[in-house]
């Protein structure tokens, strides 16, 4: 009988040992990870956000501006997101994925209007800050996932020397089953 129950002792504690391994590295796996589709009506007028900007413009600089942020701030339609321990990968669009080291080490990268610049991203649970910079100035796209996983909500922050005033604007994306 005591043999019965070292034995019994000895696979619960393997058990224990290889579920917990099994559900830390389920963790690890961001709950971010998933494609989403954006939703127009609970997202900001990207038209808007730009008009607004370049309005305290001087005319002359102003046709130049519009031009310049509307390219850098296209409103992607479907955001993909994966991760792994070692790298995390953001696809908008039908554009090439961003892939940077999960730990933040910026990489070179082309943006959407073909200038190269620094990217680095970041997870922390529910949350992805992506940053950008280049001499022109600097951009972050904070993501935060809804704590029901359905709804993922992308506040973007752009500074620049060029502009007057902190360009902030949200989109929302709903999660692809």
Do not use: H
């Amino acid at each position: 009988m005591t043999n019965f129950v070292s034995t019994l002792c000895l696979v619960l504690l393997c058990s224990a040992i290889f579920l917990g391994s099994s559900t830390l590295a389920a963790a690890q796996k961001s709950g971010l990870d998933g494609t989403y589709i954006l939703d127009e009506t609970d997202s900001d007028n990207m038209n808007e956000v730009i008009e607004d900007a370049v309005g305290k413009l001087n005319f002359l600089t102003r046709d130049i501006a519009r031009g310049r942020l509307k390219k850098l701030n296209p409103a992607y339609r479907q955001v993909a997101i994966t991760s792994s321990p070692n790298e995390i990968s953001v696809t908008v669009d039908n554009q090439p994925p961003l892939r940077t080291p999960a730990k933040g080490a910026p990489v070179a990268w082309v943006g959407p209007d073909g200038g190269k610049v620094n990217a680095s991203m970041q997870l922390a649970g529910r949350r992805l800050a992506q940053t950008f910079t280049s001499a022109d100035g600097r951009r972050v796209n904070d993501y935060t996932l809804s704590p029901d996983g359905r709804t993922l909500t992308m506040q973007v922050t752009e500074t620049s020397p060029q502009l007057s005033q902190t360009i902030t604007y949200k989109q929302v994306y709903r999660r692809v089953s």
